[in-house]
């Protein structure tokens, strides 16, 4: 089979994937009910929707501003607040698990402040451990709530082994920090052991000469590194209260759990490398309100709030990414 022809039964089973999940989504979610929940949104609670996400931004942009800063000082924070939707207008429309718009990251370090491409992905990848550490703090949370808010009932086994893997996956930034801290080098190692398939290519030079920065960044900016971490944790502490919130305007009733439980299983969602988790999303926070006995239809206008909300944020992003490349 052609390399044509493999890439177009890829694009199809994709096609026929987001098309099953959408189908499942709304098969049971009639769209006058999904019209009559959003319709009875006010410009006050929209505009108090956009206010706490951009709060959730900012924060999120600080955990890399303060990395950023430890070594070099003459770099703001606002300009950064832009670059970072840029890279996550590129993360959230590529395919994969809301990854992909790092190397938007690095560029923008290299070329605005003049770090070098090594201390720039040192930066990025301080970043994203940090992010993974904290997603992994609040999603263990999470799938203790799933279960104490009855999410899953009746089949409690099945459901905790198919997660200890995700756990052990989730685990992994906190042991690759502790390592980084004590002077070890995992990626480094991993690297080395297949230079001898992809021979001595630059990106892996790179990439090694980074994970050496960020353990020097641990051992000497160990302050900044626990401060980015609590900024991170302030971040996930607003998505959960705008979620909500968003929930509340809705009519939907949910207590701390039950919030907790249905913001993880949105986060969940986002792991499959699907663009913008279409489908994955919406089946998610269906199947949430099902578990809690409330109708799909308010699962979808959820879903299609958070949605409007993530691609005013991603169409913004793509406009700073055009500009600053016209620069």
Same mark, same amino acid.
């Given at each position: 089979m052609s390399t044509s022809a493999r890439r177009m039964l890829t694009r199809l089973g994709w096609f026929v994937l987001l098309g099953g999940l959408l189908w499942l989504a709304l098969q049971h979610a009639p769209l006058t009910d999904i019209w009559a929940s959003l319709r009875q949104l006010t410009l006050a609670q929209l505009v108090s929707i956009l206010i706490l996400d951009g709060i959730a931004l900012v924060l999120v942009t600080m955990r890399w501003w303060i990395i950023v800063r430890a070594e070099s000082r003459s770099v703001p924070l606002l300009p950064l607040? +832009? #670059? !970072?939707? &840029? &890279? @996550? &207008?590129?993360? #959230?429309?590529? @395919? +994969? =698990? $809301? *990854? +992909? +718009?790092? =190397?938007?990251? *690095?560029? #923008?370090? $290299? !070329?605005?402040y003049g770090l070098s491409y090594a201390r720039s992905t040192c930066a990025v990848i301080m970043d994203k451990l940090i992010e993974f550490l904290t997603n992994f703090i609040f999603l263990g949370i999470g799938l203790y709530a799933i279960f104490r808010a009855g999410i899953f009932s009746g089949n409690e086994i099945k459901v905790t082994l198919g997660l200890v893997p995700l756990t052990v996956l989730l685990l992994w930034p906190l042991v690759h920090l502790s390592l980084l801290y004590n002077g070890r080098f995992p990626l480094s190692a991993l690297l080395g052991a297949t230079q001898a398939r992809f021979g001595h290519r630059k990106w892996i030079r790179l990439l090694m000469v980074s994970e050496r920065l960020s353990a020097s960044f641990c051992r000497r900016h160990l302050k900044m590194l626990l401060l980015s971490l609590g900024g991170s944790l302030l971040s996930w502490l607003t998505m959960a209260f705008e979620y909500n919130l968003m929930a509340g305007f809705l009519h939907i009733s949910l207590d701390f759990w039950q919030t907790l439980a249905a913001l993880t299983a949105l986060q969940l969602s986002f792991l499959l490398p699907v663009p913008a988790g279409l489908g994955t999303l919406e089946l998610s926070q269906v199947l949430v309100m099902r578990a809690l006995g409330l109708p799909d239809a308010l699962g979808i206008s959820l879903s299609l709030l958070m949605r409007a909300r993530d691609l005013f944020n991603g169409g913004i992003g793509i406009l700073v990414a055009g500009r600053t490349f016209n620069l």
């Open positions: 607040i +832009g #670059y !970072r939707m &840029a &890279a @996550f &207008a590129l993360s #959230y429309f590529t @395919f +994969g =698990p $809301q *990854v +992909g +718009g790092e =190397p938007l990251q *690095v560029h #923008y370090l $290299q !070329r605005h």
